[in-house]
């Protein structure tokens, strides 16, 4: 006999803070780098977690880690949840793994009312998603959905100079699957919103209907170094200040675009980088996104004309390397409807609203219909170890994506 | 017998070759940064050469190195030479080195042609004149003549984390003698230009006749991180946004002033420093000089402003240290005519200059009679691995160093 499924709270919170022990950082937040240590243990207890709720745990030979709840119909396409357990250097409590330990709140939820689903269930952890340590982000959903070939992603060299494929083999998370090897019927993530745009307007859940596109530069800016007190300004070829120039046009290229044009450097590393010597190298990141790709495309050729101009005027040498290049994607009408629908059942209030973060569901969305949950960020605050949401937001979100998960699997 | 006294160019080249081989970097140039192994094997080999020429060595607490070449009226005080024998961290071959070693040549020179000059001769390294790794630069000479306490000294934190005083002692360099213990009747320091006067106007000598001042700081810009894709643009406070926009202002402050002004943004240094991530932080380094003491207030007065100005615009924390600071120097009027009066003899195109870089002699300047002589730098370059020096000018140089020592010294 069946009853009601209804969410533990505390036991999805209770979930979260054993989890956020590790990676902890000594003022609050969490720092679990992709294929670090602390990755390696988050991974380690999710994976015990699955085995002990009776879910079939698959690793594939990109790392993602994949258990599967069985349905009534067992060869049926599973309905697909779940997000990411790594994070940024000074990352939060719940971007990424709010989705997935609330994905295993849904199952055990389920399991304690006795429910079986026609379509199985199948809970994700994808591998690296944030992408500070090894860019792009979403690696292995990319590589999931055969974005990305298995060994260029092993090739690839994190800022650290360690290889993914090395790393991923030090933490023992090369599985035997091939990603892609279970495709689904649909997938559903749940995240934070990670803006303050819920919180503002007093909601609850938002119906995510597009995520942003992206573009990721690298730019090596090779000028001349020299003495700081005897070299005359005139013949200076400065990277450092070159540096500052981007930063400083990248920031006003974004205001003057508007909308949700945004425009970030976030990395800035000089070569000799002392004081009294004029640097001689800058390498820098730019990060570019709009949810409109013509905008988009508009910033990256905004940049490119203003690298060339600095390349001239201060005759350096500035040359640029994609780091990760993706298009805005816009997620199937049924889905967001779902995900509106099950809200309001809830009694939950409700927007659309597009996401100016990228998101494992961003891949999955070429291969399956796809869809995504976002709750409130206290203060809009995320990549930020103060990083919050309400209690009940948490559970709030979890009982949407259980609902929405029951009716795509029936 | 005595002979007239001549400078052996191949045996000054030869041990600058000899000695730069320590810390040879890979491309070309050379690191030794202060306190580090490099700089022990450098200092190991000065005092063994010293003391094949028959120098009396002495150690002082601070790890400077002198060598005493007896006079003939050994109650006298001593005319000095010497400079450093540290770099920065992409240095080149003469700066400093240069000072030192054909201060050693001088020495050769006149042992081979049996000259005693009248008051002792004494051949001086300084701990530290870079302040690349330890700031203040100068360090050595400054506390010699007594402008920092030594035990201030042992405490400065470098910017691997070690301090003066256990560097010190690793490296063995803790001296027994008390710094200033020989007080010098003048004291010269022959350096390369770093700069491109001399070799712009086809002249050999520069007779200094003054030092720039100089005042470093450490700005450290705190923010708040975030998000770089769903952090809307006008709620940011960007740490490495900040950090550009010093960096630009610095550079454009320093041509509005002109003159001798000059201002460089050489460090910066971001947390977390991750492509998608909004700096939380940003520590950078801001380094002013101008030999015109009331213009170099006034361009700290300005950046003092900008600070101010772009805390209040961007609400960021924007706090500052003082890593150095240093009045202008002139020197005395009668030492730079003896450097111009032995160049014209020895029939060397000569000209007065005024010093864009910090020296040991702007320190010694408090404490005696102190002058400079320049040679040419290839292309005005320094703190670059390119520095370089003709030949000709290197030896021409120690002749001058030797005719002026030999006046002084009797």
Same mark, same amino acid.
């Given at each position: 006999?069946?009853?009601?499924?209804?969410?533990?709270?505390? /036991?999805?919170?209770?979930?979260?803070?054993?989890?956020?022990? !590790?990676?902890?950082?000594?003022?609050?937040?969490?720092?679990?780098?992709?294929?670090?240590?602390?990755?390696?243990?988050?991974? &380690?207890?999710?994976?015990?977690?699955?085995?002990?709720?009776?879910?079939?745990?698959? !690793?594939?030979?990109?790392?993602?880690?994949?258990?599967?709840?069985?349905?009534?119909?067992?060869?049926?396409?599973?309905?697909?949840?779940?997000?990411?357990?790594?994070?940024?250097?000074?990352?939060?409590?719940?971007?990424?793994?709010?989705?997935?330990?609330?994905?295993?709140?849904?199952?055990?939820?389920?399991? &304690?009312?006795?429910?079986?689903?026609? /379509?199985?269930?199948?809970?994700?952890?994808?591998?690296?998603?944030?992408?500070?340590?090894?860019? *792009?982000?979403?690696?292995?959903?990319?590589?999931?959905?055969?974005?990305?070939?298995?060994?260029?992603?092993?090739?690839?060299?994190?800022?650290?100079?360690?290889?993914?494929?090395?790393?991923?083999?030090?933490?023992?998370?090369?599985?035997?699957?091939?990603?892609?090897?279970?495709?689904?019927?649909?997938?559903?993530?749940?995240?934070?919103?990670?803006?303050?745009?819920?919180? &503002?307007?007093?909601?609850?859940?938002?119906?995510?209907?597009?995520?942003?596109?992206?573009?990721?530069?690298?730019?090596?800016?090779?000028?001349?170094?020299?003495?700081?007190?005897?070299?005359?300004?005139?013949?200076?070829?400065?990277?450092?200040? !070159?540096?500052?120039?981007?930063?400083?046009?990248?920031?006003?290229?974004?205001?003057?675009?508007?909308?949700?044009?945004?425009?970030?450097?976030?990395?800035?590393?000089?070569?000799?980088?002392?004081?009294?010597?004029?640097?001689?190298?800058?390498?820098?990141?730019?990060?570019?996104?709009?949810?409109?790709?013509?905008?988009?495309?508009?910033?990256?050729?905004?940049?490119?004309?203003?690298?060339?101009?600095?390349?001239?005027?201060?005759?350096?040498?500035?040359?640029?390397?994609?780091?990760?290049?993706?298009?805005?994607?816009?997620?199937?009408?049924?889905?967001?409807?779902?995900?509106?629908?099950?809200?309001?059942?809830?009694?939950?209030?409700?927007?659309?609203? *597009?996401?100016?973060?990228?998101? &494992?569901?961003?891949?999955?969305?070429?291969?399956?219909?796809?869809?995504?949950?976002?709750?409130?960020?206290?203060?809009?605050?995320?990549?930020?170890?103060?990083?919050?949401?309400?209690?009940?937001?948490?559970?709030?979100?979890?009982?949407?994506?259980?609902?929405?998960?029951?009716?795509?699997?029936?």
């Amino acid at each position: 006999m069946t009853t009601s499924p209804r969410i533990d709270r505390a /036991r999805l919170l209770g979930r979260l803070e054993t989890f956020n022990r !590790i990676g902890a950082l000594p003022g609050g937040g969490n720092c679990r780098l992709a294929l670090s240590d602390e990755d390696r243990a988050g991974r &380690d207890l999710l994976v015990r977690w699955m085995g002990e709720l009776g879910l079939a745990v698959t !690793i594939d030979a990109i790392g993602n880690i994949i258990g599967v709840r069985r349905g009534r119909s067992e060869e049926l396409a599973p309905v697909m949840f779940g997000s990411h357990v790594d994070t940024v250097g000074t990352g939060g409590r719940y971007d990424g793994l709010y989705g997935v330990l609330a994905g295993l709140e849904v199952c055990e939820a389920l399991s &304690d009312a006795s429910v079986a689903t026609r /379509r199985p269930l199948a809970l994700v952890a994808f591998t690296n998603e944030e992408g500070s340590r090894f860019a *792009p982000y979403a690696m292995g959903s990319l590589v999931y959905v055969g974005g990305l070939a298995l060994g260029d992603a092993y090739a690839i060299r994190g800022i650290d100079g360690a290889t993914v494929g090395a790393e991923l083999r030090r933490i023992g998370y090369v599985g035997k699957a091939k990603p892609g090897w279970l495709k689904p019927h649909a997938y559903l993530e749940l995240h934070i919103e990670q803006g303050p745009i819920l919180e &503002d307007e007093g909601l609850v859940i938002a119906a995510v209907e597009a995520i942003a596109g992206l573009a990721w530069t690298e730019v090596t800016a090779t000028g001349r170094s020299g003495h700081a007190g005897t070299t005359p300004m005139h013949l200076r070829h400065d990277a450092a200040h !070159i540096a500052g120039e981007i930063a400083v046009f990248v920031r006003r290229l974004a205001c003057e675009i508007g909308g949700h044009q945004k425009g970030t450097v976030g990395r800035i590393e000089l070569y000799p980088n002392l004081v009294n010597v004029i640097a001689e190298r800058a390498v820098l990141t730019v990060d570019l996104r709009n949810t409109d790709a013509a905008q988009l495309q508009r910033a990256e050729r905004a940049l490119a004309a203003c690298l060339d101009q600095l390349a001239a005027r201060e005759n350096v040498s500035i040359s640029t390397r994609g780091l990760a290049h993706f298009a805005p994607v816009t997620f199937p009408a049924e889905i967001v409807s779902l995900v509106e629908a099950t809200a309001r059942e809830l009694g939950l209030p409700c927007r659309r609203l *597009p996401s100016g973060a990228g998101h &494992d569901a961003q891949m999955m969305a070429r291969i399956c219909p796809t869809g995504m949950i976002f709750v409130p960020s206290i203060g809009g605050l995320s990549h930020n170890v103060r990083e919050d949401t309400k209690p009940e937001h948490l559970e709030a979100g979890a009982a949407v994506l259980m609902r929405a998960a029951m009716r795509l699997a029936d």
